[in-house]
């Protein structure tokens, strides 16, 4: 009889129990884009890129500056709550600066993850205008940016 009723506690603690509010790494957060650099004469080749200053406009009254040394791909934040977000590419070679002006155009859309994630942002409709100083073309590869798996824009410089 105690059995039984050791037996009952312990279903009836099981059955009351919920799911742990816990956010698995990896499903949380808002994407990036992820932009990789190609050389314009071998457009297969991917290209580093050296002394690049990356400056962006995070809301309307604060600006955000990337530097990169070296590197041939870069991850860049995009504004949530706006349908575009600019950045100034700049490119300091022998003390010659040459800038490039991007405007990234998107949908932005709030998906629901479950409780203890809550929303992230995904961004629909990729879009790109530039002011072709050294960046010669881009490439759109993925126009919906939902997750930080793939390469969404090439840049051929």
């Known amino acids: 009889m105690i059995a039984k009723k050791y037996l009952l506690l312990v279903l ?3 059955i009351g129990c919920e799911p742990d509010d816990i956010c698995i790494e990896g499903s949380t957060g808002t994407s990036e884009l992820i932009i990789i650099f190609h050389d314009i004469n071998n457009p297969d080749d991917r290209k580093e890129i050296q002394n690049l200053n990356v400056v962006g406009s995070i809301n309307q ?17 995009l504004r949530k709550f706006s349908s575009s977000t600019n950045y100034r590419f700049i490119l300091n070679n022998d003390n010659n600066m040459i800038i490039d002006e991007l405007t990234i155009f998107y949908t932005p859309k709030d998906i629901f993850i479950n409780r203890a994630c809550g929303f992230k942002t995904i961004f629909e409709e990729l879009n790109v205008s530039n002011s072709n100083n050294w960046i010669k073309n881009i490439v759109i590869l993925n126009n919906t940016l939902s997750s930080n798996n793939n390469a969404n824009i090439r840049i051929l410089h």
């Open 12 to 14: 009836i603690l099981i």
């Open 61 to 77: 009254n604060d600006f955000e500056s990337l530097f990169f040394t070296a590197s041939d791909s870069i991850t860049l934040p």
